[in-house]
């Protein structure tokens, strides 16, 4: 039997086989679309994310990718022909869930059950060749900057009972350090990012943000990080090819794009250095921390941040909304404030981690900036961009913390007006520097605590930030609607609720205002976010009953009525009310 997308499959000894053309597949043209068969009887694909924005993206990628070449998904990893976890290496809690899932699959393996099981991501990067010793049920490794290769793979696995290691690996390893201009033009996941599939996928998808990558992995080597280990050195995007994407995910319908980079403030590009033999830019490795000291020659022909933002902004005028995740406390410069000031629709919110208060924790995490350092970065912003919002981490329990150190970080934190803090118990991790260095010395019990009660003022702070909404119109993207009949719903008071908070590695929201807030009864909500990335619960006219689902995926103006440490309440206005119902149904 031939499957039309992607060769031959057949059948052989009870179980499905199929042979695809995956590895002849080479992407060398942005132009390339990936053809996308609906309806697909290939091979079923249990993809399962976790960890950072980075990986959302990667996932939705290698779901294209795959999609293209006739799998199909399913969210039942018990009758999946192929189980892939995408995985995240930055905390050992997270490590830990995947370890779990491998277990799970191993199961469904000495059952005598035909599944393949692959590792993705950070911790195949992480661990390595051994990983396949460690859990023999892993059948395929695939780093993170060698998903391009993934179809290839999983077509060895099937093909060859007992492929060959070589054959069912790809992961960077040291090469990716390498640090000359052309590796980098080499880079695999650069002919992912190209190829990316623009159609909306998803069966029925209301996806209106998406993700964009400027830069990949790191050259800041904090000391407790696994990240420049596991996705590499610091390769920035040809603006082009950015804004080449953020025009077509905007032509298929997208209206929010969040650009992606670890430090994106350190995205710069300096033309003519990267091309190929046709003259198109390539991909090219970041420069040193020394080049942002340096001002910019005059003749330099370089993009930086702030141009690369205000690019987008005016070449890109039906994108709704344009948002960057995570900026570095340092190197921030005026430039790109003054672009968020004059481009209305760059979302003034900036997530920059300040990770402790205490200069000598900064120093032995290898941050590069103060204390002082960081306030004063915060007050550049707030003085140019009043109603900017501020979101940040911090980890407690790093090694050596005193409670004196801990106590410049509660300062720190009540000195701000964070919208939110992600608090990390400090997790020492295989590679780093930090782990060599320190002994983890922090008992669990006093993380514990330093994170309950950096969470409980974080409330404190965050509750401040929400109230100075209270009375506003603002815009809010709507994302999910949520009945008084769905599930239990989450209380929407108290530090308790930033535990239930994912990192912004999640769109996802897990509030919702209280039933009975207030005594009042509440009905129907809409949930989205402001520009600022509130989390805005909208109270629903009863006019609109019929029509909530089609709100989902546009922007409506609203009153803020009310606000909790992670929550605003807000009315729709009437006049907007009917515009926002037009916009949805016209798309
Ligand atoms: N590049 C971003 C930055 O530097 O701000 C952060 C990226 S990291 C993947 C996300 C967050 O995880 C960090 O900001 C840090 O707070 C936390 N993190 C990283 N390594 C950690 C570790 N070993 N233990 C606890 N938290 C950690
Ligand atoms: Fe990790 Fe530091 Fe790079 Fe962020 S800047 S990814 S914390 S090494």
Redesign the pocket.
């Known amino acids: 039997m031939r499957h039309p997308e992607h060769g031959a499959i057949y059948r052989q000894a009870g179980r499905a086989r199929w042979r695809s053309r995956t590895t002849d597949l080479r992407v060398t043209d942005a132009s390339i679309r990936y053809a996308v068969d609906p309806m697909s009887t290939g091979p079923s694909v249990y993809l399962e994310t976790f960890?950072?924005q980075?990986n959302e993206l990667d996932s939705e990628l290698v779901r294209g990718h795959l999609r293209s070449l006739g799998y199909r998904f399913t969210e039942d990893f018990t009758t999946a022909d192929v189980v892939l976890y995408n995985t995240?290496s930055?905390?050992?809690q997270a490590e830990n869930k995947a370890y779990s899932r491998l277990g799970l699959v191993g199961l469904r393996k000495k059952a005598g059950e035909q599944v393949i099981l692959g590792v993705l991501g950070c911790m195949a990067e992480r661990d390595g060749a051994d990983m396949l010793r460690r859990f023999p049920q892993v059948d395929l490794l695939c780093g993170p900057g060698e998903l391009d290769r993934l179809p290839a793979l999983i077509d060895n696995v099937r093909r060859t009972e007992g492929a060959a290691r070589e054959e069912r690996i790809a992961l960077a390893g040291n090469k990716s350090r390498r640090s000359t201009t052309l590796a980098a033009a080499d880079d695999h996941l650069e002919l992912l990012d190209l190829s990316r599939a623009f159609d909306p996928v998803e069966p029925g998808s209301d996806r209106r943000s998406a993700y964009v990558r400027i830069t990949r992995g790191?050259n800041?080597f904090?000391t407790?990080?696994?990240?420049p280990n596991t996705r590499g050195a610091e390769v920035h995007r040809p603006p082009d090819s950015i804004i080449d994407e953020c025009k077509r995910l905007v032509d298929a319908g997208v209206i929010e794009i969040t650009l992606l980079?670890?430090?994106v403030n350190h995205y710069r590009y300096t033309h003519g250095l990267a091309v190929d033999t046709d003259g198109r830019e390539q991909p090219q490795v970041g420069p040193g921390l020394a080049a942002f000291r340096a001002p910019i020659a005059a003749g330099d022909r370089v993009t930086t941040f702030a141009r690369l933002l205000e690019r987008i902004h005016n070449e890109v005028p039906d994108l709704k909304r344009l948002r960057f995740?995570?900026?570095?406390?340092r190197d921030f410069g005026d430039d790109i404030l003054d672009v968020m000031a004059a481009c209305p629709r760059i979302c003034r919110y900036i997530?920059?981690?300040a990770?402790s208060g205490s200069n000598r924790i900064l120093k032995a995490m290898n941050?590069g900036y103060t204390r002082e350092e960081y306030l004063e970065f915060i007050a550049r912003v707030t003085d140019r961009l009043p109603d900017c919002t501020i979101a940040?981490?911090?980890?407690v329990g790093?090694p050596t913390e005193t409670d004196a150190e801990f106590e410049e970080t509660v300062s720190l934190v009540r000195a701000v007006p964070f919208k939110n803090n992600?608090?990390?118990?400090?997790?020492?991790?295989p590679g780093?520097v930090?782990i060599d260095r320190f002994e983890d010395d922090v008992p669990t019990e006093i993380k514990k605590l330093r994170n309950n009660l950096l969470l409980d003022i974080q409330s404190e702070v965050s509750r401040k930030a929400h109230s100075a909404w209270v009375g506003r119109t603002v815009d809010v993207l709507i994302e999910e609607i949520r009945s008084e009949r769905g599930q239990a719903q989450p209380e929407s008071t108290g530090s308790s609720l930033s535990l239930d908070l994912a990192?912004p590695?999640s769109r996802k929201i897990e509030l919702r205002w209280n039933r009975r807030q207030g005594g009042q009864r509440v009905g129907t909500q809409a949930v989205g976010r402001t520009a600022g990335d509130l989390i805005t619960a909208i109270d629903l006219p009863e006019s609109l009953a019929n029509d909530h689902q089609s709100l989902v995926g546009s922007i409506v103006a609203v009153e803020i009525t009310e606000s909790a440490p992670l929550l605003l309440r807000a009315r729709m206005l009437s006049s907007n009310s009917k515009t926002a119902l037009a916009a949805s149904e016209s798309r």
Do not use: L
């Not at 992600?422 to 991790?429: G, L, T």
């Open positions: 960890g950072c980075m995240c930055v905390r050992e790191c800041k904090c407790y990080c696994v990240v980079g670890q430090t995740v995570t900026s570095y406390p997530h920059a981690p990770q941050r940040g981490d911090i980890i790093f992600f608090i990390f118990k400090y997790s020492p991790r780093t930090a990192h590695d």
